[in-house]
């Protein structure tokens, strides 16, 4: 008996070897949809993305998405790649590139903690009160005043960020990514990372911090080498 039914829930079509959502078709070979998303730019200026964390966020229509790294620029890819493998039980998860006081959608339009915090709600996957991680370059650099810690007063919730640069690295072969060999880390300084041993000198590390619904830092974590998949 033939197995129809593909993550997360759609349905295989054989004659085309594309995959189902009702609204939309998604290529498992590009690992994109090549339907535009019928809600229009209400889910990210990317119409042929995928949701970002299709686990941890139910998405049977096809419908959702918050990875703001646009796998179409060379640059992004590792980084889209890591942030779509990032599944944490009832948190609320988004990449996208960070600059003080602001990060950027895949369109490199300037999102504040404001901005950010009204699409978090008009988000059907984001419940009242859910704990937020920004994967992104320093986001809590500035500690109660950086972007993570305005977010976490926008949003009356725990938001957690990265006191340095998020670096992503994987292996490539002859121009082809090897997305089984990505791992991430926090550094601001790349010549401290081994790829070979995947290790950060611990001199280099960087923390993530998190801070709780009146924007203050509530604990820091060190953010060591590890497989985007891992990250809890």
Excluded at 103 to 110: A, H, L, P, Q, V
Excluded at 129 to 153: I, Q, T
Aim: hydrophobic fraction near 35%.
């Amino acid at each position: 008996m033939q197995q129809l039914i593909r993550l997360p829930g759609q349905q295989y079509d054989e004659e085309s070897g594309l995959h189902y959502n009702r609204h939309r078709y998604y290529d498992p070979g590009q690992g994109r949809y090549i339907t535009q998303d019928p809600i229009g730019l209400i889910g990210g200026w990317n119409l042929y993305s995928y949701p970002l964390n299709p686990i941890g966020y139910i998405d049977p229509y096809g419908l959702a998405s918050m990875n703001f790294y646009d796998e179409g620029l060379h640059r992004n890819v590792a980084l889209h790649a890591a942030t779509d493998k990032i599944n944490i039980p009832g948190v609320f998860t988004i990449g996208g590139h960070g600059y003080p006081g602001f990060i950027t959608d895949e369109n490199g339009i300037y999102e504040t903690a404001e901005d950010l915090a009204d699409r978090i709600r008009a988000n059907p996957n984001y419940k009242k009160g859910m704990p937020v991680w920004l994967f992104s370059c320093g986001a809590a650099r500035e500690g109660d005043k950086s972007f993570a810690s305005n977010l976490a007063k926008a949003l009356h919730a725990k938001v957690t960020g990265a006191d340095t640069e998020w670096q992503v690295w994987m292996g490539w072969d002859d121009g082809i990514p090897l997305f089984d060999t990505l791992r991430t880390g926090l550094t601001d300084n790349p010549s401290a990372i081994d790829t070979n041993k995947n290790m950060i000198s611990d001199s280099s590390i960087g923390h993530w911090i998190t801070f709780g619904p009146s924007g203050k830092p509530i604990s820091s974590v060190p953010g060591k080498a590890i497989k985007p998949g891992d990250i809890k």
